[in-house]
């Protein structure tokens, strides 16, 4: 069975910074993409970055403040969050699509409060 693991949640302070980390198991097959989402409560679940064969995109709320990145060969992604908000709070799920199908992670909770 395909497994995506997240980790690097926690609390921060408006204007500080997290790094996410998302690892797929190699019998995903051959890996086409992989990406963040977010779930505020009372919300839908929402694209916030995804990376595909090094080209990336970003939802316009993040731009300029998170980063992705990830090694295909590997099938890890990352995802660096700075200058953090009150709206960024949210559950972040891993996404991770390979020859095999698509996969979600668990979740993993960001917490922005003063």
């Known amino acids: 069975q395909v497994q995506v693991v997240e980790s690097g949640g926690g609390l921060v302070q408006p204007g500080g910074s997290l790094r996410l980390s998302c690892s797929a198991s190699?019998?995903?097959?051959?890996?086409?993409?992989m990406g963040w989402y977010r779930q505020a409560p009372g919300k839908q679940r929402e694209l916030v970055a995804t990376i595909s064969s090094g080209s990336t995109s970003y939802a316009d709320s993040v731009k300029d403040r998170f980063t992705i990145s990830g090694d295909n060969a590997k099938s890890t992604t990352n995802l660096q969050m700075n200058n953090l908000k009150p709206d960024d709070t949210a559950v972040y799920y891993c996404?991770?699509?390979?020859?095999?199908?698509?996969?979600w992670g668990q979740g993993t909770q960001v917490t922005v409060s003063s």
């Open positions: 996404y991770a699509a390979g020859s095999r199908g698509g996969y």
């Open positions: 190699s019998n995903i097959g051959r890996l086409y993409l």
